[in-house]
């Protein structure tokens, strides 16, 4: 199936290392894994059910009420330590509350990373293209520990987005720099195209093939794993909006009740090329 050609960064030459262009019509599970936890604890607004290919070339995340509830979609190349729990291991007394570690589908260091996607429509939900890695938060050395790289999140639907680095893990030590709303530009079809490269030194972002937002306070220098998600607000215990923590959890966002259904976040493509140097 014909898609069209990715807005690579000017003067330089690309090699494709990695790609799913969401042909056919079975999402390819030996690419991508379903995520269901965050932290250890089960999101009950995470679903395996929302995610489809539509045969034309595209992977359809959408979102689904039932029983007054809301479901969306969040898919990973590998994971990262913590999210999922696990029984708590003892030998001698001793052990960890931590799930055993599970084979990465897909990791990469470096190079540039890309999504064309059609952004959602209703209010109370959101989408993002990232990066993560499956040990941050062991250390508050970014470089080690890796850092999560938000190189798209679409949180209103008041056509913008932002850009977003997290490191040091959660807690104390957590850090964060951003680009701050930025504007869309309208577009012919409604697509949008999101990248970033990811230098030794800096992350470059760009959006449409215009260069939007650079940052060189922490970057990665560890291997990381692919996010494309979705997510219904009002279901974590805090507001992803605001940072303030919720009294309680578990229940759609009175935003989310007024949406208009059916609504999807749907992707053209994702890519992977590293550079090649002469």
Request: glycine share 8%.
């Amino acid at each position: 199936m014909e898609h069209v050609k990715s807005l690579l960064p000017a003067g330089k030459k690309w090699k494709l290392v990695w790609n799913d262009e969401f042909d056919g019509t079975e999402l390819d599970m030996t690419k991508w894994s379903f995520r269901y936890h965050i932290l250890q604890k089960r999101q009950m607004c995470l679903s395996d059910e929302t995610a489809a290919l539509d045969g034309k070339g595209n992977l359809v995340l959408s979102l689904m009420e039932k029983d007054g509830h809301y479901y969306s979609t969040q898919l990973q190349t590998g994971e990262n330590y913590m999210d999922r729990p696990g029984e708590k291991f003892e030998k001698d007394g001793f052990g960890w509350p931590i799930a055993k570690f599970s084979e990465p589908k897909f990791m990469h260091k470096y190079g540039y990373y890309e999504i064309r996607c059609k952004l959602q429509t209703q209010e109370g939900w959101w989408s993002a293209f990232w990066l993560q890695s499956p040990r941050i938060g062991f250390c508050a050395d970014p470089k080690e520990a890796g850092v999560e790289v938000d190189i798209m999140e679409s949180f209103r639907r008041d056509n913008t987005v932002s850009h977003n680095n997290h490191w040091g893990g959660y807690g104390a030590d957590h850090k964060h720099a951003g680009s701050g709303d930025i504007k869309l530009e309208e577009t012919a079809d409604g697509y949008h195209t999101f990248g970033l490269e990811w230098t030794p030194d800096e992350y470059i972002y760009y959006i449409d093939g215009k260069e939007t937002w650079r940052c060189s306070e922490a970057v990665s220098q560890t291997e990381q794993f692919i996010l494309v998600s979705t997510e219904c607000m009002g279901y974590r215990w805090l507001d992803v909006l605001t940072g303030e923590i919720l009294d309680s959890s578990n229940k759609p966002a009175e935003s989310l009740k007024k949406a208009v259904l059916p609504d999807a976040f749907i992707v053209d493509y994702v890519r992977v090329y590293d550079e090649i140097k002469d």
